[in-house]
Each structure stands twice: as structure tokens, then as C-alpha cells.
């Protein structure tokens, strides 16, 4: 139904990365949520009431928040599609992870509310109306949720949506715990045991453990998670299929919301290369980035002596002493300022964040150094890998 609609709601509905498209769609599965989910919380109302039974009532107002749910949803995505003003010079397109927060907070109240209620059911248990009816607006309910969690999840990987993934997990959970209702109400009914209130609380930690699963999901990105592998490969990818640029460093990703990233680096060119023609070269590999990655770039220059067969030594024994202490840590801008008593070792070098003892390390590579060549001394700067390599 979704790939009908999107047929004729979205124009060009196959160009996932363009921002009208994502704004298009997201809106699209918000109108559809807050359908199904209406008409859910109607159908399981109503079977509660007929029932007296806590789970489905609960599972009932469950969807009414997930209606709730995708409003906030739509509100988000209308929002993150905003242009950019004067007061919010990256756009707005953070909007759509704190509407993803939003669902998950609405997902952890109406799980701890459940919870609770269940517990007081547990306590004080009650016998349960059964009729086919009931059975039958329950399984149309597994039904819709098993959709609405399938379309949910293609679309929000397609679209690379945080907020409609979150969704998607909701629905999925959903659909868990109507089918523990379900099976609650059916067993209730043939052997008589009060369960009603023990799969309430089942269905309360299931709804828990999705909302924190989305909380968690929509909070690193507006706390600054690293980029994706991919999309670390695909930019080293542009960079360096030039031959000119001999290596790529300090490589920065700013995500300021879905089609709104900004990213910059350094690219090692040889000092003998022309400097107008390195500067057209940058500004042509920034082009090309910003066509590839929908991102905008902004590349540093770094200029790297390529004929000293010193510095080229000492650069490989650098290396070498790094790998031996730990695979993990790389260097680059590596500089060597000769003098008359002694000569300068200048150079960065990156280590994983989860390393933490820098300054002994700055004493174990000045040491190293040292039993080499006495007259050679260390500039050392040590710096985390904000790519997450």
C-alpha cells in the first residue's frame, strides 16, 4: 500500500537522498500510522471493554500513542525540511532525530504506566470475557503492526531515518505483544488460569526494552556519533582515486541532520606540485564530494616533502615504533627541522579515544627515538580518530 501511495504522493520517489523525497515519504508514513493506529485503538477498545481484560486494554492505549507517536513524527520530518535562516544557519534538519526522541520518551511512559497497571491486575486478578470476536480484531492487529514495522524499516533504511527506524522497532514490539494477548486470552479461556496480568507485565518490559532501544538510537546522533564505515570508505574512496594526493588525514564529519553533513580533511599533495593547480584540484575533489555525498567539504592543503631520503627513513622508523606498541595507532605530517646541535622529529599522532595515557606514550616514542640517534628529538601532538578508524 505504501509503494502504491508513494507512486503517487512522491515525485521521484526512487531518489531516496533527495531531501524533498525524505520529507515526502516521512510524511506519507506518518499520515498511514496515525490511520492504523486510530483504527487499532478503536477495535482494541472495544474488545477490552467487552473482555475486561487489562492486557488488550492497555495494548489499546498502547496505539493511541503510537498514533500520538506519528504525529510528532510528521511534525519532525515537516520541520527538518525547513530552508535554512539566519538564526539556524544548518537548517533544521536535527528536528527529525528530537522527533525520534520523542516517540521513544511516549514509548518508556506508556511501558512504565503498563507495568504498573499489570502489577495491580497481578495483585487483585479478575476473570476474562471471551469471544471470536476478540480473537479476530487481535490477529487483524498482529497483522497490521507486522506491515506497519516492515514498511517502516525499509523506508527508514532507504531514507537513512533514525526516527522512522525508532518506528518501526515500536511497531515490531507492538505486534510481540499483542500475540502474548492474544495467546493470554486463549489460554485464559480454556483452562481457566488469571494470566491476564502476568502478560501484561510481559508485554510492559517488551514495550520497555523498544523504547530504550530508540532512545538510544535517536540520542547518539544528536549527542555526536562517529560516521558510518561506509561513508568514511566512500569519502577516502573520492579523495584518493586522484593520483595526485598522496594521503588524507583528519578527516571531521558535522551531521547537522539527514542531507545537511558537513565534513572536512586534510589532503597530502607533494610540495614540487604547482600550488594553482593543487588548489584546483582540491576545489574539483570538493565538487565531487558534495555531488557523491549530498555533504558540503572543505579540504586543507597539506603539502608533503616526497624527495628526502632522511626523512623518508626516519618517517618508516616512526612507523615502525608505533605499530610495535600498538596496530592501532597511525601518524601523519611528519617534519623534520635540521639544526646545527640536533634535528626536530615534527609529527601527530592518532590513537583510539579509548586510549588514554598519552603523555607516557609521548615518553615511550621520545625514548625510543633517542636510542636511535641521540641527536634527534621528538615534537610529539597526540590526537583521537573523530572518524572512529
Not at 55 to 67: G, M, R
Not at 75 to 88: E, Q, S, V
Not at 310 to 329: A, G, Q
Amino acid at each position: 500500500m505504501i509503494q502504491f501511495f508513494s507512486k503517487i504522493w512522491i515525485k521521484d520517489c526512487n531518489n531516496y537522498k533527495d531531501a524533498k523525497v525524505r520529507q515526502a515519504y516521512g510524511i506519507l508514513c506518518g499520515l498511514v500510522g496515525i490511520g492504523f493506529n486510530l483504527l487499532l485503538f478503536a477495535g482494541k477498545f472495544f474488545a477490552g471493554i467487552i473482555s475486561h481484560s487489562i492486557a488488550i486494554t492497555a495494548d489499546a492505549f498502547n496505539n493511541l500513542s503510537d498514533a500520538a507517536s506519528s504525529v510528532i513524527t510528521l511534525i519532525g520530518f515537516k520541520l527538518a525540511g525547513k530552508r535554512p535562516d539566519p538564526n539556524h544557519p544548518y537548517g533544521m534538519g536535527r528536528m527529525e532525530y528530537l522527533s525520534g526522541l520523542l516517540v521513544a520518551a511516549a514509548i518508556l511512559l506508556m511501558a512504565v504506566e503498563l507495568i504498573k497497571t499489570s502489577i495491580d491486575k497481578i495483585i487483585h486478578p479478575n476473570s476474562l470475557e471471551f469471544s471470536p470476536l476478540i480473537v479476530v480484531i487481535l490477529l487483524a492487529s498482529i497483522t497490521v503492526k507486522c506491515y506497519m514495522a516492515f514498511y517502516n524499516g525499509q523506508i527508514g533504511k532507504k531514507i537513512n531515518s533514525p526516527a522512522m527506524e525508532a518506528t518501526s522497532k515500536d511497531s515490531f514490539g507492538d505486534m510481540l505483544s499483542t500475540t502474548v494477548v492474544l495467546l493470554a486470552t486463549i489460554i485464559s479461556h480454556y483452562t481457566g488460569l488469571l494470566i491476564d496480568g502476568y502478560c501484561g507485565l510481559l508485554v510492559g518490559v517488551f514495550i520497555l526494552y523498544s523504547g530504550i532501544q530508540a532512545f538510544k538510537d535517536t540520542l547518539d546522533p544528536l549527542l555526536g556519533q562517529p560516521p558510518s564505515e561506509e561513508f568514511v570508505d566512500k569519502i577516502e574512496e573520492i579523495v584518493m582515486s586522484h593520483k595526485e594526493i598522496l594521503g588524507m588525514h583528519d578527516l571531521l564529519v558535522h551531521d547537522y541532520g539527514p542531507g545537511r553533513v558537513i565534513i572536512s580533511l586534510h589532503a597530502e599533495v607533494s610540495y614540487l606540485s604547482d600550488i594553482l593547480e593543487s588548489h584546483d584540484l582540491i576545489d574539483r575533489i570538493e565538487f565531487e564530494l558534495r555531488d557523491q555525498l549530498l555533504c558540503d567539504a572543505v579540504i586543507h592543503m597539506d603539502p608533503l616533502v616526497t624527495d628526502d631520503k632522511d626523512l623518508d627513513l626516519w618517517k618508516n622508523r616512526i612507523s615502525s615504533i608505533l605499530k610495535e606498541m600498538n596496530p592501532e595507532f597511525h601518524m601523519h605530517d611528519f617534519r623534520m627541522v635540521r639544526g646545527n646541535t640536533h634535528t626536530n622529529l615534527i609529527f601527530d599522532v592518532v590513537v583510539p579515544f579509548h586510549y588514554t595515557d598519552k603523555d607516557t606514550l609521548t615518553e615511550k616514542i621520545r625514548e625510543a627515538v633517542l636510542a636511535i640517534d641521540a641527536s634527534h628529538f621528538c615534537v610529539i601532538h597526540i590526537e583521537n580518530d573523530y572518524a572512529g578508524r
